[in-house]
RNA sequence: GGGCCCGUAGCUCAGCGGUUAGAGCAGGGGACUCAUAAUCCCUUGGUCGUGUGUUCGAAUCACACCGGGCCUACCA
């Protein structure tokens, strides 16, 4: 592939801002982030645009049911996603909403051009209605008895027991899921697109374009293109959460029209932002000139919509058509589809707060081959992979050598290593390719062979016999280490589109950032390295039990509390993160006696108060048995209420030196818990039994 | 019913017309001790779903069948 500089527009489907994100969405972000990074790093201009999708029925039902508005439930949404897109790494160049003024401004863009061809037409649809909730009803918001087997409380779409299909109307005493009321058919009018007009261009551009897997195309041919296509009903009738056509009062826009209409506005905030052209990315460029590629990453399941709603508006609008459609499969877990009961519905934040998103990352890329066949998360083969693959061989490299270089750095010369740097720096070809056709499963397997050479090298050089041999070896030892060092940065540098945290964390030890695909070619000389920290912690089994069981917990809420006593301990595995204790490493050894001068108490809160001018304390008044009662500032602000403070038993170091604080003198030290891993404050509490003035021993 | 995909070592997969079919993990044996029980070497293990055909030659192409999955369909 010639080094070209390009400018690619990649997005990735929009989430609905229906649902959390998990594990199933994030095969697609993943994917699409590598891709992006990937781009970058080789200095390609990308640009990563997303958004959430606001629209629609479900929206507005779901609003109604919890009390508050579309706005504030979007908003909310907005932020989980977010927050999960961030703690997976998801780098957006811009992450817009299609419930935006660009966005609406767009629809009536192309609304306008729609009409302006002559493409939309008007027509009566007979459709179920809920007085009571006074919307109409969307299929599957319809229950009632099949009308040919008789089957009770089937959808309004099919049957689930003979699988008849019928419309809503068709269903025997037929009732709303969202009042119970009994639905009545009324008539409105819908706006549609004639989309057989645009027959010719479709068959055409879906077959040669070059943007369209030829399976797809050949489906698309087959199960649509071989007949008329049929109107597309591109409105829904008030009420409805959406835009309101401009010339079409009482009139919304359908969810699936202004959606993929948020890629265009999305861009259109990103260039407001960045100073960029609009036209510059979806202008259709004439002749020769070199135009943008528009890349789209979306599930199978929204096929349909991508390569053939979505070209058709652009077409009709004559705004430039993807270069790419690359559509990925759904996600299994350990071989099933995901299941709430069975706790493998997970949630991307049900997975952070177990285990590390690189990880996750990782083994999403080496199983992600382009194609359009699902994927499998197996949990064993999940854990075993990644710590065979980026514990044992990657980071094990650095682990291994980086202390040789402590007081000298790397060599001012980068010495013979029998080529190895120089094949590992050919592979980049491969690896690029291979990122470029999204086969990220095949750069996986081509990099991590290049790390089982650099081990055999550090294998077969023996640093730690050189280290033992005195100032003679000195040298070759320094020389060893630059060459596994450098071997190792050269994988991170590969590496890095898959695991930017990673990436960071290795230029920290040595080289600086990593900015450039080209720092692949050539290895450094004659730099310090920093001190090595243990890069990435090893998954253990029993985390990904821990991460299942709280999904299960999660999934089925349990109403009757555990009485005390009865709490599962045995039958749910335990399951603990390595991360604090990594954070923050052991402090030095202490004898019994050192221990002993700490005076530790239990006492009992007697008063919690706020400190209002203080940020972190809260007052504590405490009670050592007795009428001994002492007053503590503690650092607990924001993890806990005064009120609920009240009362409860803690333990604090009783014969600490009393210290006189800004806002008043404070009498021993309440302890708790903090560190890597979760952002709280945590007390202690004693077993029940235990009384106020007890020593800790 | 129609269409598509998949079926290669215990597991996940690569190979997709040409020498005795490969990798990682798991299993077995050994080495080493620098490293997060990591690493390195050796090794066990497959009639490439079944059958028929095309070909000098097939895991690789064709057809049929079996098994798994997905999509689509009230007929064609």
Redesign the pocket.
Known sequence: MPNAHRRILVTSALPYANGHIHLGHLVEYIQTDIFVRFQKLRGQTCIYLCADDTHGTAIMIRARAEGRSEQELIAAMREAHLSDFAGFQIAFDHYGSTDSPANRRLCGEIWSALRRKGLVTARDVRQLFDPVAGVFLADRFVRGTCPKCAAADQYGDSCEQC?A?YGPADLVAPKSTLSGATPEVRSAEHLFVTIEKLHEFLAEWTRSSGAIDP?IA??LA??FLCEPLRDWDISRPAPYFGFEIPDAPGHYWYVWFDAPIGYLAATSEWCERSGGAFESWWQRTEGNEAAAEIHHFIG??IT?FHTLFWPAMLEAAGLALPTKVRIHGFLTVN?Q?MSKSRGTFLLARTYLEHLDPGMLRYYYAA?L?GGI????L?LE?FT??V???L???V??LA???A?WLDGTGLSPRYPDDGGLFAAAAADGTEIAAAYEDCDF??AM?TI??AA?RA??Y???E????L?KAGPDAAGRLQDVATVAINLFRQLAVYLAPVLPRFAEQVGDLVGGPIRSWEESQRPLEALGIGRFT?????VEAAQVEAMLAQSLAEAAPQTVPLSPGTASMTTQPTADSAEPLAAEPLADTCTIDDFTKVDLRVARILAAEEVPEAKKLLKLTISLGGDVTRTVFAGIKGFHEPSSLVGRLVVVVANLAPRQMKFGLSEGMVVAASGAGAGGVYLLSPDSGALPGMRLR
Do not use: C, F
């Open positions: 699988g299909t399976r050949n489906y087959g199960h199978k399941d349909y071989g589809k199983k081959s066949d699902d994927i499998d197996n083969e075993a992979k710590n065979a693959d514990v044992g061989k980071v094990n682990s291994r050598t202390r499963a095949r397997r991590m062979l089982d081990n055999a550090v294998d077969a023996q640093p730690w016999k280290a243990p890069l990435m912690q090893r």
